[in-house]
């Protein structure tokens, strides 16, 4: 890890800027406003993220694989409000306004990563990041720099049952990090073990039961059986509206749960 690179900018900072944009985002660019007040969380790239190749894949990228000298992992949450939510719970296939959402917040999350890095240089420090999703390996199923385990190791929120990533904020909606050379420190918002019900030990498996091809289980997920639901909700949904290819949406785990909305377990 390079020597840090010190300014007046702060955690606090970024995260004021990051919920001033999204609310005024639909604005700017006339969009349906389906966002709510974003989270972000940051962390001290240290010895900590070494455990993602152990817990994920061998060959998953460390922070200084993305930006030599990196020092802080920074990642935020944009929950989606209610009434998308509610859209989503019909059904045993994904809404269209899941899957147009799906996209528009992929786009925003681009939009702010490009927004940050340009602060963080502008305040001479560097960054640098990856797109909101896809950035994975096709043949594994499994992502390469992973905003949820990201998520974990900074306090961000903590992995549900329905492999989704629990926030105080709730687990609907889309993440996104980056890497840079300022020194921010660890501000976590979650030091709780667990947020999910049943990974606490108490009762719920709401989400088990809500998935359309019974992939989920209480220890893990057939993510082989998820995807070629998502691949076949494409075909039969989302490409006829014109979606892009990588519109692999369902979520019928992460609307109308206890955990959808807010963290069903005291955040500490």
Not at 154 to 168: A, E, S
Request: net charge negative.
């Amino acid at each position: 890890m390079g020597k840090e690179k010190s300014t007046d900018m702060t955690n606090e900072d970024l995260a004021q800027w990051l919920i001033d944009y999204v609310a005024y985002y639909p604005e700017k660019y006339d969009q349906i406003a389906i966002w709510g007040e974003p989270i972000l969380a940051c962390a001290r790239a240290d010895e900590r993220f070494l455990r993602l190749k152990e817990i994920t894949v061998p060959d998953h990228a460390l922070p200084e694989d993305l930006l030599a000298g990196a020092h802080t992992v920074l990642v935020w949450f944009i929950p989606f409000k209610p009434h998308l939510q509610k859209d989503n719970t019909r059904g045993d296939r994904p809404s269209l306004s899941w899957g147009r959402a799906y996209v528009s917040t992929n786009e925003m999350i681009d939009r702010i990563g490009k927004a940050f890095k340009k602060i963080i240089e502008t305040a001479g420090a560097e960054a640098a990041l990856t797109p909101s999703t896809h950035n994975f390996d096709e043949e594994r199923l499994v992502s390469l720099w992973s905003h949820k385990h990201l998520g974990h190791i900074v306090g961000l929120g903590r992995y549900g049952t329905n492999c989704q990533f629990i926030t105080p904020v709730g687990c609907s909606g889309r993440m996104g990090s980056l890497v840079t050379t300022l020194d921010l420190g660890d501000h976590p918002l979650v030091s709780t073990a667990e947020l999910c019900l049943l990974k606490a030990g108490k009762k719920c498996g709401k989400c088990i039961k809500a998935c359309p091809v019974e992939a989920l289980f209480e220890d893990g997920m057939d993510r082989f059986a998820c995807y070629e639901r998502l691949k076949e909700n494409y075909q039969l949904l989302m490409k006829p509206d014109g979606l892009p290819e990588s519109t692999h949406v369902c979520a019928k785990c992460q609307v109308g749960m206890p955990c959808s909305s807010t963290s069903p377990l005291p955040v500490e």
